[in-house]
T-cell receptor, first 110, second 115 residues
Framework: KQEVTQIPAALSVPEGENLVLNCSFT??????LQWFRQDPGKGLTSLLL?????REQTSGRLNASLDKSSGRSTLYIAASQPGDSATYLC?????????FGAGTTVTVRA | GAGVSQSPRYKVAKRGQDVALRCDPI?????LFWYQQALGQGPEFLTY????????KSGLPSDRFFAERPEGSVSTLKIQRTQQEDSAVYLC?????????????FGPGTRLTVL
C-alpha cells in the first residue's frame, strides 16, 4: 500500500520568506504527483500536477520538483504572503485513485 | 464555469440514522471519486465511478456505506446506521477523462458529525 508522508506537519514563517514543503512516498511506481491547497472549511484546490516523466513544474511563485526514484517531492513557494496560509497536501497516483499525505499547515505572519 | 458541488455542506446525525450525501460533478466529467477526510488527516479513497459504473469500491469502510451514480452524472453516498467513527468530511472529485493522468477537481465537501 502506498504511504505518503509530509514533513513538517506545521510551519510558521514571516512574510517574504521562502517556503519549502516536503513529501515522500514509499512506492515509486507512480503515474503522477499533485500538490493541493486546502483552506479551512473548503475543498482541495489543485496547485501543480507533475507527471511521472517530469522532474518539475512551475506556476507563478510555486515550483514543485519530483524525484521518483527516491520517492520524494518538494514544493517551493517563493516570497510567501499571508494569503499563502493554508494546509498543503501532497497526493500520488499509482492508478486512478490518489493517496494523500496528512498535509503541512502553513502560517505566514504579516 | 461551475465546479464540483456537494450538498449538504454540513450534516448532523444521531447515531443510528441513515444519511445521504450528494455530489454534482463538473458537467461532462466521466470519472467521479469519493474520499473521506478525518480531522487532521489527508483524504482517503472510498470509491470510483466511470460514468454510471462503479469500478472500485475497495475503500468503503463497511457494508453500511453505499454509493451510486445511476445516470452517470450526479452521485449519492449513503451511510446507513451511522456511527460516531463515521464523523468526517466527505469529499467528491471528478475528472474529465478516465485513466491516470487527469487532474481531479474537488468539491467543498460535506462535514458529517454523528452524535
Amino acid at each position: 500500500k502506498q504511504e505518503v508522508t509530509q514533513i513538517p506537519a506545521a510551519l510558521s514563517v514571516p512574510e517574504g520568506e521562502n517556503l519549502v514543503l516536503n513529501c515522500s512516498f514509499t512506492d515509486s511506481a507512480i503515474y503522477n504527483l499533485q500538490w493541493f491547497r486546502q483552506d479551512p472549511g473548503k475543498g482541495l484546490t489543485s496547485l501543480l500536477l507533475i507527471q511521472s516523466s517530469q522532474r518539475e513544474q512551475t506556476s507563478g511563485r510555486l515550483n514543485a520538483s519530483l524525484d521518483k526514484s527516491s520517492g520524494r517531492s518538494t514544493l517551493y513557494i517563493a516570497a510567501s504572503q499571508p494569503g499563502d496560509s493554508a494546509t498543503y497536501l501532497c497526493a500520488v497516483s499509482n492508478d486512478y485513485k490518489l493517496s494523500f499525505g496528512a498535509g503541512t499547515t502553513v502560517t505566514v505572519r504579516a | 464555469g461551475a465546479g464540483v458541488s456537494q450538498s449538504p455542506r454540513y450534516k448532523v446525525a444521531k447515531r443510528g440514522q441513515d444519511v445521504a450525501l450528494r455530489c454534482d460533478p463538473i458537467s461532462g466529467h466521466v470519472s467521479l471519486f469519493w474520499y473521506q477526510q478525518a480531522l487532521g488527516q489527508g483524504p482517503e479513497f472510498l470509491t470510483y465511478f466511470q460514468n454510471e459504473a462503479q469500478l472500485d469500491k475497495s475503500g468503503l469502510p463497511s457494508d453500511r456505506f453505499f454509493a451510486e451514480r445511476p445516470e452517470g452524472s450526479v452521485s449519492t453516498l449513503k451511510i446507513q446506521r451511522t456511527q460516531q467513527e463515521d464523523s468526517a468530511v466527505y469529499l467528491c472529485a471528478s475528472s474529465l477523462v478516465p485513466g491516470r493522468q487527469d487532474t481531479q477537481y474537488f468539491g467543498p465537501g460535506t462535514r458529517l458529525t454523528v452524535l
